[in-house]
Every structure is written in C-alpha cells, then in structure tokens.
C-alpha cells in the first residue's frame, strides 16, 4: 500500500507540471521562457541540494552531460512555449505519446528486436495523436504549440534513451537540471526578441514546479522504480496525461471533449499493450 500511494503521489506530481505550467504561462502570469528559466534553476537547487547532503556529487564535466542537458533544455522549453495555448490535459497527452513514440524509434534506430505487439501498440498510440491533432475540427490545437509539445517528447524522449542504465539518477538528473539552467540562461540573453516578465503568482507557481513537482518528483520516481518493475511503472505512467486532464477541468475549467478521451483511450491503450508485458 506504502509503494502505491507513493507511486499515486509522483505521477500526481508528474501531471500537476502540466497544470502549473498552463496556470501560468497561459493565465498571463509570466511568460513561457520566464517560467522555462525559473522552473530549471528552481529544480537544480532542489537536486543539487539533495545530492550534496547525501555525499554525491554532480561531476558536471562527465562526457555524457552535455547531450542529457541538451536534451532537457529543450524539453523544457518546449513545455512551456506549447502551454500557451495548449490546454494541460491535450498538452500532457501530446507529450506522453510522442516520449513513447520517440523511445520506439530509438529502438529501432539501435536495432533492437520489437515484437508484433509493439508494433501495433505504436501505430495505435500515433493514430490517437493523429485524431487528437486533427485540423479543422472545433477547437483544435494551434499547430505551432502541438509542434512545441511534440519537440518537448522528442526532447523527454532522448533524455530517457540517454539516462537508461544510469547509477546515480539522482545526481545524473540534478547535473542534467544545473547544465541545462545555465545553458537557457545564456540563450535568452543572446536569442533576440526574448521576454522575461512575471508576477508573484507566476514566480511561485514555476518554483513549485521546478523544485517540488519536477525536483522532488523526479527524485522519487527513481526512489521507486525498482521496487515498481518495468510492467508497474509503465502502468503508472498511463495514468499521468488523465490526472492532467482532470486537474486542468477542475483548477483550470478547461473540461476534456469526447475528441480528447477519443485520443487519450488510442494512445493510452496503444502504450498499455506496446509496453506491459503479457504474463506467461
């Protein structure tokens, strides 16, 4: 009971990202690179403080850094230039297809045996994001904020081939957030056109992210993971993009139409079979 409410407790915290991120940058609060720059260093503090008061280190020079930061960065900035004009549930949809579509190409890219099972689960979960991203239908999605989303999954999506097998994740992730920090710090100073602006409200609300739902939660997710095992974890995951959804109706008042759910039920269950195993 203690591993499913912990499991219950970050997934919560995985979708209240996408909330957060929509309650500021699409409420006005603060822009989406303000809160891309707040979020990140936000979120290094936390996991560098967490490192360094369990004796680790963050070994910023390691060869592998670089391309894991990379990666983050654009994850991040994607995230939230998409949120602002993308509801959180659609916005969380979007990115958990595309991370799990962006890992099957990384798949087949390392020729990796894929079974008939996963091809299907993947050709369903792309067909749900197809129905999801359709154009012309009433209140569909900008194109411009469904291609930051998807450029965020395939940004997730690297950062996850990158971190498999990692030792340390912990301090792996926190090395991630300090490099990835610094390397946005520097591209808005010199990117033209750059806004930095935000209230009270949205500074706060980009710190939670950053430091509790992304810092914390990242931490205990790998807390969890061996306990969890790779079926549970990947049933875990599932439930993110709908606890998204249903904060976003509630806190937000944004209610998911029947093309959502139509969406969510192909590319949750195309993940669902592509991904957990069957028993034998």
């Known amino acids: 009971m203690r591993l499913f409410l912990l499991a219950a407790l970050t997934m919560t915290a ?3 990202n996408s909330v957060l991120n929509r309650a500021a940058v699409g409420g006005g609060h603060m822009t989406a690179a303000m809160f891309a720059l707040v979020r990140l260093w936000s979120g290094a503090a936390l996991l560098s403080g967490l490192v360094w008061g369990g004796g680790g280190r963050l070994a910023l020079g390691r060869k592998d850094r670089a ?3 990379l990666a ?3 994850y991040m ?5 998409a949120y602002r004009s993308i509801d959180a549930g659609s916005g969380a949809l979007i990115l958990f297809g595309g991370v799990q579509m962006t890992m099957f190409c990384g798949a087949l890219w390392a020729a990796e045996p894929i079974p008939l099972r996963r091809w299907l689960g993947a050709g369903l979960a792309f067909l749900g994001l197809v129905v999801l991203l359709a154009p012309g239908r009433t209140g569909s999605i900008p194109m411009m904020a469904a291609l930051a989303m998807a450029g965020a999954a395939v940004g997730w999506g690297i950062y996850s081939l990158l971190g498999r097998g990692s030792l340390d994740p912990v301090a792996d992730t926190g090395a991630s957030f300090v490099l990835a920090a610094l390397g946005f710090a520097a591209l808005v100073v010199v990117w033209p056109g750059v806004t930095l602006s935000a209230d009270f409200v949205g500074v ?6 950053g430091a509790v739902t992304s810092g914390l939660g990242y931490a205990l997710w790998y807390r969890l993971l061996p306990g969890l095992g790779a079926s549970r974890a990947a049933v875990a995951q599932l439930t993110v993009p709908l606890i998204a ?8 008042r944004e209610g998911p139409g029947p093309v959502f759910l139509l969406a969510a039920a ?4 195309g993940v669902a079979l592509a991904l957990i195993p069957r028993r034998t």
């Open 204 to 209: 706060a609300l980009a710190v939670l992210s």
């Open 14 to 16: 995985f979708a209240a």
């Open 67 to 69: 391309a894991r930061a």
């Open 72 to 74: 983050l960065l654009v």
């Open 266 to 269: 192909m590319v949750l269950g």
């Open 77 to 81: 900035a994607g995230f939230s230039l």
């Open 245 to 252: 959804a249903t904060g976003g109706l509630f806190l937000l």
